[in-house]
């Protein structure tokens, strides 16, 4: 199944969105939109947010 993460769940302001037909994927295009928040490395922490808010669809 795909897996679909939403940055609104991390930050409210942010409309922005991804789905990805694997969770190594979509951890890659997080990473990436990541950057415009300011986070220019994913920390243990904030990895395990984002896994959180995962979703199969």
Do not use: R, Y
């Amino acid at each position: 199944m795909a897996k679909t993460f939403s940055c609104s769940n991390v930050h409210s302001e942010c409309s922005w969105s991804a789905t990805e037909n694997t969770e190594e994927d979509l951890l890659k295009k997080i990473a990436e939109h990541a950057k415009l928040h300011g986070h220019d490395t994913i920390t243990p922490d904030l990895e395990a947010k984002v896994k959180s808010f995962i979703k199969e669809v």
